[in-house]
């Protein structure tokens, strides 16, 4: 037995003075890790809610000790009396998959390198869960030359209809404020940079993209360049025109006529809506304010 442990202990390279010792312990220390990993719980994030958020970038597990894993968590988590248990699961671990729709969970959102899935947990009180992200935000850009009376249009190259002059724009990135998006959509469409000033007016759809409702909003912008450079992958034609002469142009849709017809009404009457920074007093995070305020001359 000694010698068996000895040429162990060289393998494994721990100190021969206590060579017998020694294995036990490295064997004994291997078997509770095995068995800690076979038979862990999720710790995952508590939130406000009472509820918990495993991330499975940050508490990977091997496939083959998921289920029971789950398990384990799940008894736990509803002798805690729990209520939302939500995963999010990376590409690397989406053999989680299986497993969690097979225990009760549901997806619940996603985007192109993780999904989340969720369980409610109390059998006594409705899922009060709200559904997914299904509103896309969108802006557009009025941007008003002052000094020449014109405004900045394009003609889309990929239009759903016979293209039309509009006002340049997208949709707002993740994260992304409305007045940065605004300036970025403007600048990518056409080279021109300007400066976000305030709201003139949104419009509410649904059954847009993806199935999702909309919300597009047009924004009143300042240039602070005018020679215009347009991306030639979006956009077929771009130029300044007349204020005057784009409310009456045939190739304008009645839609972006009548915010036109607005912004000419704006500017005798200065009433808009303006945007304020203030800090969220829960999460301590800024966030911006919109409402209606009278511009000074």
């Not at 091997?62 to 988590?77: I, N, V, Y």
């Not at 002059?165 to 404020?177: Q, T």
């Amino acid at each position: 037995m000694y010698s068996v442990a000895v040429g162990l202990a060289k393998i494994l390279r721990i100190p021969q003075r206590s060579t017998l010792s020694g294995v036990t312990d490295y064997v004994s220390r291997s078997n509770m890790a095995r068995s800690t990993a076979t038979s862990s719980i999720f710790k995952g994030s508590k939130d406000r809610f009472n509820g918990i958020t495993v991330d499975s970038t940050l508490e990977p597990c091997d496939s083959g000790a998921f289920s029971k894993c789950l398990k384990a968590s799940l008894d736990q988590w509803i002798t805690e009396n729990r209520r939302a248990i939500w995963f999010r699961v990376g590409l690397e671990q989406s053999d989680w998959i299986p497993d969690l729709t097979k225990n009760g969970f549901k997806f619940h959102h996603a985007r192109d390198d993780w999904v989340t899935l969720y369980r409610w947990l109390p059998t006594d009180q409705t899922c009060n869960i709200p559904p997914y992200a299904h509103t896309l935000l969108g802006v557009g850009a009025i941007v008003y030359n002052e000094d020449t009376d014109e405004i900045l249009v394009v003609k889309e190259k990929y239009s759903v209809v016979t293209p039309m002059w509009k006002f340049p724009g997208g949709y707002v990135e993740p994260g992304e404020d409305i007045t940065v998006a605004a300036e970025r959509e403007v600048m990518e469409e056409t080279g021109i940079e300007a400066e976000f000033k305030h709201i003139l007016s949104f419009r509410h759809a649904h059954r847009f993209a993806y199935g999702c409702s909309d919300i597009y909003m047009v924004a009143c912008l300042t240039p602070r360049s005018y020679e215009i450079t347009k991306c030639n992958r979006e956009i077929t034609d771009c130029v300044w025109m007349k204020l005057d002469e784009y409310v009456q142009h045939p190739e304008v849709h009645e839609n972006n006529r009548l915010v036109a017809e607005k912004f000419i009404e704006f500017k005798n009457h200065k009433r808009t809506i303006t945007v304020q920074t203030l800090i969220h007093p829960a999460i301590k995070t800024p966030f911006r304010v919109f409402t209606i305020s009278k511009l000074e001359d």
